[in-house]
C-alpha cells in the first residue's frame, strides 16, 4: 500500500510562484513512478508532468511547459512541483499520483496508468 500527501497549494496572485510536495509513504519510493494531474470545476482530471522512477524522464503537459518543473528527492521520498509564472487557468485541484516499477524511462501521462493517489491539494491563481 503506498499513501501520498500533497502539500504546498493555496492562493496566489497571476504570474506568483507556488511549490507542491508529494510525501510518500514505503520503503521502495525509488521504484515510484510519479505523476502530477490537476482537476477544475467541471472540467475531467488532466495530466500536468510526470517522471520516471529513475528520475532520468520527464513529460510535461504542453500548457505548462516552460513554467513548471517536476522532481524528486528519493532521501525525502517526496516529489515537487515547482510552478512559476502561474496563470488563472491553471487554478484546479492538483494530485499526484504513483505506480510502482515499470520501464526505467516510463512516464505515465494517463490517469488509469496510476492505482495509488493523494487527497489533492487547492491552488488558485487570481487576476
Known amino acids: 500500500q503506498v499513501q501520498l500527501v500533497e502539500s504546498g497549494g493555496g492562493l496566489v496572485q497571476a504570474g506568483g510562484s507556488l511549490r507542491l510536495s508529494c510525501a510518500a509513504s514505503g520503503r521502495t519510493f525509488s521504484s515510484y513512478a510519479m505523476g502530477w494531474f490537476r482537476q477544475a470545476p467541471g472540467k475531467e482530471r488532466e495530466f500536468v508532468a510526470g517522471?520516471?522512477?529513475?528520475?532520468?524522464?520527464?513529460d510535461y503537459a504542453d500548457s505548462v511547459k516552460g513554467r513548471f518543473t517536476i522532481s524528486r528527492d528519493n532521501a525525502k521520498n517526496t516529489v515537487y512541483l515547482q510552478m512559476n509564472s502561474l496563470k488563472p487557468e491553471d487554478t484546479a485541484v492538483y494530485s499526484c499520483?504513483?505506480?510502482?516499477?515499470?520501464?526505467?524511462?516510463?512516464?505515465?501521462?494517463?490517469?488509469?496508468?496510476?492505482?495509488?493517489w493523494g487527497q489533492g491539494t487547492q491552488v488558485t491563481v487570481s487576476s
Open positions: 499520483a504513483a505506480k510502482i516499477g515499470g520501464l526505467r524511462i516510463w512516464v505515465g501521462v494517463n490517469p488509469r496508468d496510476y492505482p495509488y
Open positions: 517522471i520516471s522512477w529513475s528520475g532520468g524522464s520527464t
